[in-house]
């Protein structure tokens, strides 16, 4: 496979459930991102991992649990969320997180919180 | 506090004519500027970019122009297609103490009607 590519690709989960998503760039980039998107809202960075190092969360709840166990792949825990933390999950890689590389996506994990 | 906006949700334009996509930022320390291209089911994909320090940059069909004094990007698509349907991504490039941030706009819908 190449790009960047994510699983599942939709989830349905309750609100006591436990759940992973799952991240996988084969571009041989360092830097690594999960996005959030609302419908008709812009994507919102959530956590940014460069050389395996979180280097960013931006205010996230602790619900969310984001995991860089190598710079190919990229994790998000999810526990005990809440019906508005339905939304499109998007993982992002670039070269790096400085300069002005562009940043490749996945297609995204569709999530919905009952 | 919504520092890329686009204004327009979407827009409806006949095949073989420019489709004009707008962007407007308020943060004059955007220093880079990127448009990107998301079909349904796909994550968003690179399109074009600018660097502050031009007003316009060319790539086949697709020219992005800046006006730094307006705080304003433009996307001209010419001439438009109708495989060109998609939600189009303004974001612009900030520099955190990490690394580079992308900022994105909220997207707007172009139609493409053949």
């Known amino acids: 496979e190449t790009g960047v590519t994510q699983t599942p690709r939709h989830l349905v989960m309750g609100m006591t459930n436990k759940k992973s998503l799952k991240c996988e760039q084969h571009l041989g980039h360092n830097a690594m991102y999960w996005y959030k998107q609302s419908a008709k809202k812009p994507l919102e960075l959530m956590f940014v991992?460069?050389?395996?190092?979180?280097?960013e969360n931006n205010s996230v709840p602790s619900r969310f649990s984001p995991e860089c166990p190598n710079s190919s792949h990229l994790f998000l825990h999810l526990h005990t969320l809440q019906p508005e933390d339905s939304a499109l999950y998007l993982c992002?890689?670039?070269?790096?997180?400085?300069?002005?590389?562009?940043?490749?996506f996945g297609p995204g994990t569709r999530l919905t919180v009952t | 506090d919504q520092q890329v906006k686009q204004n327009s949700p979407s827009l409806s334009v006949q095949e073989g004519r420019i489709s004009i996509l707008n962007c407007d930022y308020t943060n004059s320390m955007f220093d880079y500027f990127l448009w990107y291209k998301k079909y349904p089911a796909e994550g968003p994909t690179f399109l074009i970019s600018i660097s502050s320090i031009k007003d316009k940059n060319e790539d086949g069909r697709f020219t992005v122009f800046l006006n730094k004094s307006a705080k304003h990007l433009s996307l001209h698509i010419v001439p438009s297609q109708p495989g060109d349907s998609a939600v189009y991504f303004c974001a612009a490039i900030r520099s955190m103490e990490y690394g580079n941030k992308l900022v994105f706009g909220a997207g707007t819908i172009l139609r493409v009607k053949s």
């Open positions: 992002a890689s670039s070269q790096d997180n400085r300069g002005t590389y562009e940043q490749y």
């Open positions: 991992y460069s050389l395996e190092e979180r280097v």
